[in-house]
C-alpha cells in the first residue's frame, strides 16, 4: 500500500539496509504502522529502519505526523495497525515502559529537567542510588562526570550547578545525557535545535554525532535541513501521515528534501 | 574527573588565586541563600537593643526563643507545602485543634497519659492534612481554596468541641510534660552538653563527607568555608549557652536552656535529613521545581502531594503543643486566626519560594525567629499592638516581592 511515488529505499536505499542487516538484525523496524485517532489518520502504513549508529533525521511539515510517529516508537500511543521490531524480535506490549526497558529514551522539546537541581539530581531523578536508605551523592557525582566526559559535554563548569542556570545546548546536553546513562541504545530527540543559538547548536549537533559513533541509533526530528545535512546519516521524510521517502543522505539534496516535505514527492530525488 | 574547577569561587586571572570578593561569595554559596536574611536579623536585633535596654537580657532572650517556637514549627509545617507550590491555609486552627486535643486528653477528667494524648493530637493533625491532599489531587481544586474553606471548618469543629467539653470554653493545661514544652529547663551542665554534641555532631558529619569527596577525587568545598560555617554554629551555641545559663529568676534561680529548643533542633535535623539526604526529599524538590518532569521520571507525583499535606498538618500539631504550653490553656476565646499568616510568613521570610522548588528547613527557623525579635521589640519598645500587624505585614510584604524578584531574574537568564 505504497503511496510513495519516489522511494529511494527502493534503489541504492536497500543496499545501505542490507548492508546493516548482514551483520546484526536492524535496531528498529517499523512495518505497516498506522495511527488513527477518531477519523484522522494520523499515520499510514508506516515502514521505517533505524540502524544502531546512526543519526536518521526526520523531517517533515507541520503535522505531518512526526510527533505521532516518535510517540508511537516511545510506547505514548498504541498502534492501530502494523508491527514494531527490536532487534529481530517483534515488540509486544508497546507501552512507554517496554520501550525504556529495551533502551528507547525520548528526549521531548521541553527536556523534562527540574531547572531547581542540580545537574547531578536531574541525571538521576527516579534513579537515585542510595546506600542504607541514604542518597549516594558522591557514586552519582562520580558517574554523572564520567558519562558527560564520555560525550564530550566540556562547557559545564561544576556538575553542582542548578540546571536553571545553564544554556539552552547544555540544558539539551544534560537530559540526552541522562538517557545514555541509562543506557539508551535509540535516543529520540524532538526539535533538539529549535531553541538555539549558533554555538549551541554547534554543540549539541557534535553531541549527536558523538553519540552515533558510541553505537547509539539517534532519530532526530528537526525543521532545520542546514543541521540535518550537517548532522544526519539518513533521512526519512513525512508527508501527511504517511512516510514519503527514505534513504540515506547521499540521496537527497537541499531541494529534493524541500520537494518531498512540500509536496511528498520530487522529481530532483535521487 | 578533577579537571573541573570549584563552581563558586572564580579564579582572578592576575594573582590565580580566588580573589576576596570570590571568596566572600563562596561563603555564601551559588545564590545568596539565607545571609541577607541574618543580616537583616542582626539590624533588627541591634535597633531593638538601642531602643529598649531589657531586650537582650536572658529573661527576654529566652521569652524570644519561646515565642519563635511556635512560629518556627509552623513555618516549618508550610515548608512542606511550599516546596511543592502548594500552601496549607489552615494550618493555624491545625495547630489549635492539636493544642486542645492534647490539653483535653491529660486534663484531670479523661487523664491520659501525656504520650498517649500527645499522639492523638498528631494523628488528627496529620488526618486532616491528608483530607485536604486528598482534596486537591483527587478533585483537582488550589490547595489555596482547600485549606482556606478548611480553616473555618476547623476552627468551627474547634470551637465546638472547646464548648462542649468545658462550659467555660476552655481546655486549660493541667499536664507536667505539656506545661514543661515550653516552662521546662535543661540544666546547665546538660545545656552545654547539647551544646557541645550538636557541635561536634556537625563537624563529624561534615568531615565525614569531605573526606568521602575527597576519595572519589571530587572538587572539595574549600576549607575557609568550612571553617566558617563550624566556627558561626560554635560561636552561636556558646553565646546561647550562656545566655540560656545567666539566673533569670527573680526569687527562685531559673537558667538553662528550654526543653523547646533541643526539641525544635531534633526535628530541624530529621527535617532537613529527610529533605536533603532521601529520595522522598529529592522528588519534594523535583515536583516543586517541574512536576511534568518528575511525573515522567517515574514519582508518584500526586501521593508525594498527599504527604505534603499530611506532613504539615503533622508539623502544625507540633507546633500546636507548644502553642497551649505556652498560653497555659487553649479556649474559645484563643481565636488567634492570625497565627496562620505567622507560619507563612515565617517560611517565606527565611527565604522559601511561594512559586515551588525552593526552600530548606533552617529558613523558618530563622524566619520564626525574626518574626518573633519583632513582635517582641515591638511590645518592649511600647508600640501598639495594632502596628505590630502592620509591621509583620509589611515584613512578608517585602519577603514575598524578594521570592518574586529572584524568580523572574532567574527566569530572564534562559
Known amino acids: ?270 | 574527573m578533577s579537571t573541573l574547577p570549584e563552581p563558586s569561587v572564580s579564579s582572578n586571572p592576575a594573582t590565580g588565586s580566588p580573589s576576596l570578593m570570590a571568596r566572600l561569595g563562596g561563603l555564601i554559596g551559588p545564590d545568596l541563600g539565607i545571609v541577607p536574611v541574618l543580616i537583616a536579623l542582626v539590624a533588627l536585633v541591634i535597633y531593638f537593643e538601642v531602643r529598649s535596654s531589657v531586650f537582650l537580657s536572658a529573661d527576654n532572650v529566652t521569652n524570644l526563643f519561646i515565642q519563635a517556637v511556635i512560629y518556627i514549627f509552623l513555618g516549618m509545617a508550610e515548608v512542606w507545602l511550599l516546596l511543592l507550590g502548594e500552601i496549607d491555609l489552615s494550618l493555624g486552627w491545625v495547630a489549635g485543634m492539636s493544642g486542645s486535643i492534647a490539653a483535653i486528653y491529660t486534663n484531670v477528667q479523661y487523664a491520659w497519659p501525656w504520650w498517649a494524648a500527645f499522639l492523638a493530637a498528631l494523628a488528627v493533625c496529620t488526618a486532616i492534612g491528608g483530607l485536604w491532599g486528598v482534596i486537591v489531587v483527587r478533585l483537582k481544586l488550589p490547595s489555596f481554596i482547600v485549606t482556606l474553606a478548611g480553616s473555618f471548618i476547623v476552627e468551627g469543629i474547634l470551637l465546638y468541641i472547646l464548648d462542649k467539653v468545658f462550659e467555660g470554653g476552655g481546655a486549660p493545661v493541667q499536664e507536667k510534660v505539656l506545661s514543661n514544652l515550653t516552662q521546662g529547663n535543661l540544666t546547665p551542665t546538660f545545656t552545654w552538653i547539647f551544646v557541645a554534641a550538636v557541635v561536634a555532631a556537625a563537624t563529624g558529619v561534615t568531615l565525614a563527607r569531605e573526606r568521602a569527596r575527597r576519595r572519589a577525587d571530587l572538587a572539595r568545598t574549600p576549607t575557609y568555608r568550612i571553617v566558617a560555617k563550624l566556627t558561626a554554629l560554635t560561636a552561636f551555641g556558646v553565646i546561647l549557652a550562656i545566655v540560656f545559663n545567666t539566673n533569670r529568676g527573680t526569687f527562685i534561680p531559673i537558667e538553662g536552656m528550654p526543653f523547646a529548643v533541643p526539641l525544635v533542633v531534633g526535628v530541624l535535623v530529621i527535617y532537613s535529613f529527610v529533605l536533603s539526604r532521601t529520595k522522598f526529599g529529592r522528588y519534594m524538590y523535583a515536583i516543586g521545581g517541574n512536576a511534568e518532569a518528575a511525573r515522567r521520571a517515574g514519582v508518584p507525583v500526586n501521593r508525594y502531594r498527599i504527604y505534603a499535606f499530611m506532613l504539615g498538618g503533622f508539623t502544625a500539631g507540633i507546633g500546636g503543643l507548644f502553642y497551649v504550653s505556652r498560653l497555659g490553656g487553649y479556649s474559645s476565646s484563643s481565636t488567634d486566626s492570625t497565627v496562620v499568616l505567622y507560619a507563612v510568613a515565617a517560611a517565606v521570610i527565611g527565604g522559601t519560594s511561594l512559586y515551588g522548588g525552593r526552600g530548606k528547613m533552617t529558613y523558618p527557623v530563622v524566619g520564626g525567629i525574626i518574626l518573633a525579635v519583632i513582635i517582641n521589640g515591638l511590645v518592649l519598645i511600647q508600640v501598639s499592638a495594632t502596628m505590630e500587624f502592620v509591621v509583620t505585614g509589611v515584613v512578608l510584604l517585602g519577603a514575598v516581592t524578594v521570592d518574586s524578584l529572584a524568580r523572574r531574574s532567574q527566569n530572564l537568564l534562559k
Not at chain 1, 145 to 174: F, M
Open chain 1, 1 to 270: 500500500m505504497s503511496e510513495s511515488e519516489t522511494n529511494p529505499r527502493e534503489s541504492d536505499g536497500a543496499t545501505v539496509d542490507s548492508d546493516v542487516g548482514d551483520r546484526e538484525p536492524m535496531l528498529l523496524r517499523l512495518r505497516g504502522v498506522s495511527k488513527n485517532f477518531g477519523a484522522v489518520q494520523a499515520l499510514r502504513h508506516v515502514d521505517l529502519d533505524v540502524p544502531a549508529g546512526k543519526v536518521t533525521a526526520l523531517i517533515g511539515d507541520n503535522g505531518a505526523g512526526k510527533s505521532t510517529l516518535i510517540k508511537a516508537i516511545a510506547g505514548i500511543w498504541e498502534l492501530s495497525s502494523g508491527e514494531k521490531w527490536w532487534l529481530g524480535n517483534k515488540m509486544v506490549s508497546h507501552t512507554p515502559k517496554e520501550a525504556s526497558d529495551l533502551g528507547i529514551a525520548t528526549v521531548y522539546q521541553d527536556l523534562a529537567l527540574c531547572d531547581n537541581l542540580d545537574i547531578v539530581s536531574n541525571m538521576y531523578l527516579g534513579f537515585e542510588k542510595t546506600k542504607s536508605g541514604v542518597l549516594d551523592e558522591v557514586s552519582m557525582e562520580v558517574r554523572t562526570k564520567e558519562t558527560l566526559r564520555d560525550l564530550s559535554v566540556s562547557t559545564v563548569q561544576s556538575v553542582r550547578q542548578l540546571v536553571g542556570s545553564l544554556s539552552g545546548g547544555q540544558r539539551q546536553a544534560i537530559a540526552v545525557a541522562r538517557a545514555v546513562m541509562r543506557d539508551a541504545k535509540l535516543v529520540i530527540m524532538d526539535e533538539p535545535t529549535a531553541a538555539l543559538g549558533v554555538t549551541q547548536t554547534a554543540q549539541v549537533l557534535d553531541l549527536i554525532r558523538t553519540l552515533a559513533s558510541k553505537g547509539i541509533a539517534v532519530l532526530v526530528i528537526s525543521h532545520n535541513l542546514n543541521d540535518v545535512f550537517a548532522v544526519a546519516d539518513r533521512i526519512a521524510v513525512m508527508y501527511l501521515g504517511t512516510l514519503v521517502s527514505s534513504g540515506p543522505i547521499e540521496s537527497y539534496d537541499m531541494s529534493s528534501a524541500v520537494d518531498l516535505i512540500t509536496t511528498g514527492t520530487s522529481t530532483r530525488a535521487a
